[in-house]
T-cell receptor, first 117, second 115 residues
Framework: AQTVTQSQPEMSVQEAETVTLSCTYD???????LFWYKQPPSRQMILVIR??????QNATENRFSVNFQKAAKSFSLKISDSQLGDAAMYFC??????????????FGKGTKLTVNP | GAGVSQSPSNKVTEKGKDVELRCDPI?????LYWYRQRLGQGLEFLIY????????KSGLPSDRFSAERTGESVSTLTIQRTQQEDSAVYLC?????????????FGPGTRLTVT
């Protein structure tokens, strides 16, 4: 079974600075997708960024980028120029890309990000 | 267009009572998922529906949990004889189809408290 581990329960960053959230995962599959979701106090899960395992290039979305290390099974999220609105819980998630594989998302336990003004 | 909606937003129930949680997916989305989020934890998969195929119930924690979906529309998650450990936020998500490259869109969840 696939597992996702987020080793940082809490992180803090000063406004306008950069922060990196860590995620590692375990799988025997070669085809899969990785995601970072943001969950503010409203509970609404928002997709921040996703990475297809077959792509070598790291995904970027504006101030958000990932460092995907497939051999190390590592998938970290970098937030640049942090803003107060970035404060939230961040969840790393895995999804099988194999035909006939499970369609469920497997989540880590999350990292609570605080942004200090 | 409208996103995924869930009702009620909050539910308090007594131990031993049955509860029903409702999810309205995005119109046209054939896949629907239920997840549970316990306090301070990540989301745990419960069940998903894809069109008229048999649902994947592999995440349901006990036979007290069941879910139904009417066609490709609303879904109801039922918990019978609720226990205190059932207290959690129950999140629903939908996607166009159940395939990895299709994004799952989440609702705001139902917070269930069992007293």
């Amino acid at each position: 079974a696939q597992t996702v581990t987020q080793s940082q329960p809490e992180m803090s960053v000063q406004e306008a600075e950069t922060v990196t959230l860590s995620c590692t995962y375990d799988t025997s599959e070669s085809d899969y997708y990785l995601f970072w979701y943001k969950q503010p106090p409203s509970r609404q899960m928002i997709l921040v960024i996703r990475q297809e395992a077959y792509k070598q290039q790291n995904a970027t979305e504006n101030r958000f980028s990932v460092n995907f290390q497939k051999a190390a099974k590592s998938f970290s999220l970098k937030i640049s120029d942090s803003q107060l609105g970035d404060a939230a819980m961040y969840f790393c998630a895995y999804r099988s890309g194999s035909q006939g594989g499970s369609e469920k998302l497997v989540f880590g336990k999350g990292t609570k990000l605080t942004v200090n003004p | 267009g409208a996103g995924v909606s869930q009702s009620p937003s909050n539910k308090v129930t007594e131990k031993g009572k049955d509860v029903e949680l409702r999810c309205d997916p995005i119109s046209g989305h054939t896949a629907l998922y239920w997840y549970r989020q316990r306090l301070g934890q990540g989301l745990e998969f419960l069940i998903y529906f894809q069109g008229n195929s048999a649902p994947d119930k592999s995440g349901l924690p006990s036979d007290r949990f069941s879910a139904e979906r009417t066609g490709e529309s609303v879904s109801t998650l039922t918990i019978q004889r609720t226990q205190q450990e059932d207290s959690a936020v129950y999140l629903c998500a939908s996607s166009l189809v159940a395939a990895a490259h299709y994004e799952q869109y989440f609702g705001p969840g139902t917070r269930l408290t069992v007293t």
